[in-house]
């Protein structure tokens, strides 16, 4: 009996997760749908673009069929129309992504979000040829869709803010996405360290709309997440410009500190669609990568 | 009001005291904020805040608890309003209580214990001795007896003993007896629980000169008769006459319980006697052990039937019937005229006789029957047939080798008063008190011109049952192995004699009628042994082996007593009933109150205790503060959450419902039992509907047709029930134009286990309803309607019975597609399609049980594929023939 009900609680856990997985591949794919490769030149395998001849231009790239089509030697073009094919630029990167675990994540669905967050993230760059890992779990970066589900099946173990057992290799990007409530330094000294060996990074916030905005009443006891400290609030209302300040401040200097190692900083509300977040990230990663 | 007011335990109000410093207490302790994990807290930590004072609780929910605390501070300090004045205080002596309880005691019998306890407990108090005097005859000696003087405690145990007795109280008898008492040692105070009503104005004086106080009510005292009268006439008797008119139900039961008719009566304001006819449908008649009035627990209210109130059906052999039942001259009209106000009559040929299954058989002599007919017959008394046979000119030329005669005859005819004869005709003798019809009226203008005459051998005498003057016999019967035979030595008719005439004729042809069933011997019983007894609330029990009860002569006076209570007396194959309603004379209500005597009523004395009403206040106010704390400290959310886990079904749903999904729907008739029923069954159905078809129900509603719009659903239960009332103009108009729309209801009479019948409770219901509802032609469903395979191959349709006819709109509208609108039928199919919560079944069906059950759920999925998609299975009928034509 206890065995059945154990692994119904298991199988509900596993289709909870998987609802996870789904929602990302839901995201992501909204996504893609708008992201066209590189827009770039490159050695790549896919086709990007015909463009004439022109001096310096290998042999072997002429597109014969193109030339024979739109150009031809009798034609007043300049270089007798001929026509180079051009391949999308394709060069794999590493993209390390990193999820908060703690507890103060642990609000609203701030947790789910930032895991949804990562998960689409990890389609789209697999789904982009990138090599991507997930940051201090063990696994090594992976290639081909399909790994996703490993990230997937990773997610558990990655906890902490390190690097753990597979370091970062230079001049890969690192992904950090939670709260970052935790102190200033913590965060400062991993990005310092890492922004030392030409790893770029981006760290994207997640937060709720409540502690944002402080949308509380009257008298409310706040209390930390460990349930360690506490302070009394006799006036909500009175304190939520201070309190606004405050986060912005926060925020600012959150930005301020990635600037400084060359990195970018995003801050997402959990209103916000994780569509939405996703393209606005993309947006970011393109231009970075 | 308050000048009444007393405190059992005055003291405890001190505590009052003590609220001012419970005031300060709460004020000091403001009520718990509302919590709030934080992630972001680090940022708040240093804020700084101007109001650092921690808050108040609000002065209103100070009050609140204050008010709360008082109210349970008063509670338990016990305030009686108006406490009883007390009168076993003041005098001295023993208190004497008569108590009624005859068979009009058992009108709201527990008002009555209910005061006396009451009285008792105010007794105990002043810790006086009580002497009881019940009224009416013990059950154990027959006397009326005085218990005491006791202990007002001891007099409480003895009191629960107490029961109405489903006989007369006897006033004079306990009038002595207080009398005696009197002389003895003059009790203090009497008191007298009055039944309401005087046997005899005479004697009840006596009782009531002596009381200090008359306890009467016209609220309890409320005695209900039930009389019945001739054949379908009852009469409902009360002691006052209603202020405003009452519809009373009287209800028929078979001997397990089971309601099998009822009938409602409106009882008249202004008036104390009702009477009524009642037809019940004689199959149902045959069933019935019992008569009551619904709601009254009382001996004089119910009328139990006996053996013979049973009906027989009656068939008369007739060659020719048409012809026969018409005409002055021949004896089967008057055979038909004596019985056909009781009995179920059929005339017709002997083969279609025998297939009627008749109890009695009665033959006149016009009807010739062949010799292998008369061996069939003959055969079918043998079985246990009972068989009346009229002479006449055949019976006479033919005697000799008939077969069918209780005593040998002599051929031909004796005629007086013929032209060649100077006898005169024949008067009838007594009845001998041997014969089966001995009590039946003496007939004296009766006079007998012609009969066959009997062979005077020696068994002649024991088996004559009615003679003339000069004792020849004019009814003969004997016994022919397990069934009777009985032979009139005259015509049926008034070709031989003016007997015909008489309602002597009338009565034996009943009395014969009623023998039919089950006696073993002519001889009257001379007395009956006791079968089951009544008790003051009407039920039946067996009778004790050390009670005085009598064996008692049937066809006499009944009286009811200690020695012969009402109820059956008799064998258990053949028992007659003895009832106290037919035995009782018209009540008259207690009169003459002496102005000594104070009256008073059955409610309550002893003050009017106000803790429950306090207490009750005071948890309410708790429950205020609980919930203004909940709000407070923003707990609400939960409330919410633990008020939408509440069952969601409570609502009605809403229109936007309605047109959201199917729901199924039945018509409220009014009756609870029904309704529930109705509601489960199609719960059950669309249950299996869902599970099976690719249809989803989504609710079942009860709806109203006066009200509710019925164009939502595709189709409407609608189970006929005697309680439904009368549908009023817009009711029928609304329904009609649902028929008109197309809409399909089925309408379930509920009488499958009639099987056939023509009058039962549903169809006169089903009557009554649709008077004003124009039903189309009806057809009963065909071998090829779309309702035997919308869904599923069906044959018949079955519900909890399977009476295997379902009728259906003989030419359905081509407007509608040629679906029908209505179907009609009795098998209860709700009942079959309700289950429990354990998903299973909760009625039995009958005759086949499960897999009975199971067509009754294709039924329902047929009835509701059919309102769903109409014809559109009857073309799909042709698709081989179209694929066919497609393929060439």
């Known amino acids: 009996m206890s065995k059945d009900t154990d692994r119904l609680a298991r199988a509900g856990k596993i289709a909870g997760n998987l609802d996870l997985l789904l929602r990302a591949e839901r995201v992501a794919h909204a996504v893609m749908k708008g992201v066209h490769g590189r827009r770039r030149t490159g050695t790549g395998e896919t086709f990007w673009q015909f463009r004439p001849w022109a001096p310096g231009d290998a042999r072997r790239d002429i597109d014969w069929r193109q030339t024979a089509k739109r150009g031809g030697f009798d034609s007043a073009v300049e270089h007798g129309g001929v026509f180079i094919r051009e391949m999308e630029w394709e060069a794999a990167q590493t993209a390390w992504l990193w999820r908060d675990a703690s507890a103060s994540m642990d609000f609203g669905i701030k947790k789910e979000y930032a895991e949804t967050l990562l998960l689409a993230l990890g389609i789209v760059l697999l789904n982009g040829g990138e090599q991507t890992g997930l940051l201090g779990s063990g696994l090594a970066p992976q290639t081909g869709v399909a790994a996703v589900e490993r990230i997937f099946a990773a997610l558990p173990a990655q906890k902490e803010m390190t690097e753990g057992a597979r370091p970062v290799a230079a001049f890969s990007h690192v992904i950090l996405i939670g709260d970052f409530y935790a102190p200033l330094e913590d965060v400062r000294d991993f990005c310092a360290r890492l922004a030392a060996r030409h790893v770029t990074g981006t760290l994207v916030q997640v937060f709720d709309p409540a502690e944002k905005d402080l949308p509380y009443k009257g008298r409310v006891r706040f209390e930390d997440i460990e349930g360690i400290d506490a302070a009394d609030i006799a006036q909500v209302e009175a304190i939520r410009d201070v309190y606004a300040r405050k986060f912005a401040a926060h925020q600012a200097a959150l930005d301020e500190m990635a600037r400084r190692s060359g990195w970018r900083f995003e801050s997402f509300s959990t209103a916000v669609k994780p569509e939405t977040a996703l393209a606005q990230l993309c947006g970011v990663l393109g231009t970075h990568a | ?888």
């Open chain 2, 1 to 888: 009001m308050l000048e009444g007011m007393t405190f059992l335990f005055p003291w405890l109000l001190g505590a009052v005291a003590v609220l001012p410093v419970l005031w300060w207490l709460l004020r000091a302790m403001p009520p718990r904020p509302k919590t709030v994990k934080f992630p972001a807290f680090f940022l708040l930590k240093d804020i700084e805040t101007k109001r650092k004072t921690a808050a108040r609780a609000p002065w209103w929910l100070l009050l609140l608890r204050v008010l709360a605390a008082l109210l349970f501070i008063l509670a338990f300090a016990e305030p009686v309003l108006h406490p009883a004045p007390p009168v076993f205080s003041s005098t001295e002596g023993d208190v004497l209580i008569a108590f009624d309880n005859g068979w009009a005691s058992a009108s709201h019998w527990q008002a009555r214990i209910a005061k006396l306890d009451d009285m008792l407990e105010q007794i105990r108090r002043s810790g006086r001795p009580v002497i009881v005097i019940p009224t009416a005859p013990s059950a154990q000696d027959g006397h009326v007896r005085m218990y005491g003087p006791m202990e007002a405690a001891q007099a409480m145990k003895w009191a629960e003993r107490l029961a109405p007795q489903p006989w007369p109280t006897d006033p004079a008898k306990a009038a002595a007896l207080v009398g005696k008492i009197e002389k003895k040692k003059r009790p203090g105070y009497a008191v007298l629980f009055s039944d309401g009503i005087t046997p005899d104005a005479l004697d009840s004086r006596d009782l009531l000169k002596n009381m200090n106080a008359v306890v009467t009510d016209s609220r309890v005292n409320d005695p209900v008769i039930l009389r019945h009268g001739e054949d379908a006439r009852y009469c409902i008797e009360r002691l006052h006459a209603m202020k405003h008119p009452e519809t009373v139900t009287v209800a028929a039961y078979t001997a397990g319980g089971d309601i099998v008719d009822e009938t409602r009566v409106v009882f008249p304001a202004g008036d104390k006697n009702k009477c009524f006819t009642w037809n019940i449908l004689p199959e149902v008649r045959n069933k019935i052990a019992r008569l009551s009035v619904s709601g009254v627990n009382m001996a004089s209210a119910v009328f139990l039937t006996n053996t013979q109130w049973k009906k027989r059906p009656v068939g008369i052999i007739s060659a020719t019937a048409a012809r026969e039942t018409r005409d002055f001259l021949s004896g089967a009209y008057y055979i038909r005229r004596a019985l056909e106000p009781e009995d179920q009559i059929a005339v017709g040929s002997l083969a279609d006789l025998f297939k009627k299954r008749e109890a009695v058989l009665v033959w006149p002599d016009s009807a010739a029957l062949t010799m292998p007919e008369k061996e069939e017959l003959r055969h079918w008394v043998d079985q246990g047939g009972f068989l009346i046979r009229f002479s006449g000119p055949n019976l006479a030329a033919h005697s000799d080798d008939d077969p069918l005669l209780p005593v040998p005859l002599r051929s031909g005819a004796r005629a007086m008063q013929g032209a060649m004869t100077w006898e005169k005709p024949l008067h009838l003798a007594p009845i001998l008190a041997q014969s089966p019809l001995y009590g039946l009226p003496a007939s004296p203008d009766t006079t007998v011109t012609r009969q066959v005459l009997a062979d005077p051998t020696p068994g002649l005498f024991a088996k004559t049952w009615l003679q003339l003057a000069d004792g020849t016999p004019l009814i003969t019967g004997s016994r022919m192995d397990k069934g009777t035979l009985v032979l009139v030595h005259t015509t049926a008719g008034p070709s031989w004699s003016n007997f015909c005439y008489s309602g002597l004729y009338v009565a034996a042809l009943r009395r014969m009628v009623d023998l039919s069933n089950g006696i073993t011997d002519y001889r009257a019983q001379t007395t009956l042994p006791p079968l089951a007894l009544m008790d003051g609330f009407g039920h039946l029990a067996p009778p004790d082996d050390n009670a005085i009860v009598r064996h008692i002569a049937p066809h006499g006076n009944f009286f009811p007593s200690p020695q012969t209570p009402p109820g059956l007396y008799g064998s258990a194959l053949d028992f007659s009933a003895f009832n106290l309603g037919d035995a009782l004379l018209p009540v008259q209500p207690l009169g003459n109150i002496p102005a000594s005597a104070t009256v008073e009523t059955y409610g309550k004395t002893g003050g009017h205790d106000l803790k429950t009403v306090l207490l009750k206040w005071a948890v309410l106010l708790l429950l205020a503060d609980t919930l203004a704390t909940f709000r407070l400290r923003g707990l609400m959310a939960l409330m919410a959450l633990f008020l939408a886990v509440t069952p969601a079904y409570a609502a009605a749903p809403t229109p936007a419902d309605l047109v959201s999904g199917l729901f199924l729907a039945y018509i409220k008739t009014g009756d609870a039992a029904v309704d529930h029923l109705s509601r489960d069954g199609l719960e059950g159905l669309g249950e299996e509907i869902t599970l099976r078809t690719a249809a989803q129900v989504k609710g079942v509603v009860g709806v109203d047709p006066d009200k509710d719009n019925l164009a939502y659903y595709p189709m409407i239960y609608w189970p006929m029930t005697s309680a439904e009332p009368d549908l009023d103009r817009r009711a029928a108009a609304n329904i009609q134009n649902y028929i008109n729309q197309g809409g399909l209801i089925l309408f379930d009479t509920r009488d499958g286990q009639f099987n056939g019948a023509t009058s039962t409770p549903g169809l006169r219901a089903l009557r009554r309803l649709t008077r004003d509802i124009d039903i189309p032609a009806l057809a009963p469903v065909g071998k090829n309607d779309i309702l035997t395979k919308s869904f599923y191959l069906l044959h018949d349709f079955p519900g909890q019975y399977d009476s295997g006819t379902l009728w259906t709109e003989k030419d359905p509208s081509p407007l509608h597609d040629g679906v029908t609108s209505v179907l009609i039928g009795g098998d209860d199919w709700a009942a079959a399609w309700t289950e429990d919560n354990g998903d299973r079944a909760r009625y039995p069906v009958q005759p086949g049980g499960e897999a009975q059950r199971e067509m009754a759920y294709r039924f329902g999925i047929n009835l509701l594929m059919v309102a769903l998609t109409g014809n559109y299975k009857a073309d799909q009928i042709h698709t081989p023939y179209i694929l066919k034509r497609l393929g060439q």
